[in-house]
């Protein structure tokens, strides 16, 4: 998926997401089970989403 590892995680580790850029859609996985499914969605609502946090 090529997807990027955040930088903090928390003092637990364990809860952190992958994301993966493309030019027509954002790949989201759980980054404790790599071979698993993405979650996909176009780059327009993914930029929605992280603005509304």
Known sequence: MGAGLP???GTTG????EVAAQPCLVAVRDSKNPEGPAFTVAPEAFGAFVRSL
């Open 7 to 9: 930088s903090y995680s």
């Open 14 to 17: 364990g809860e952190c997401i």
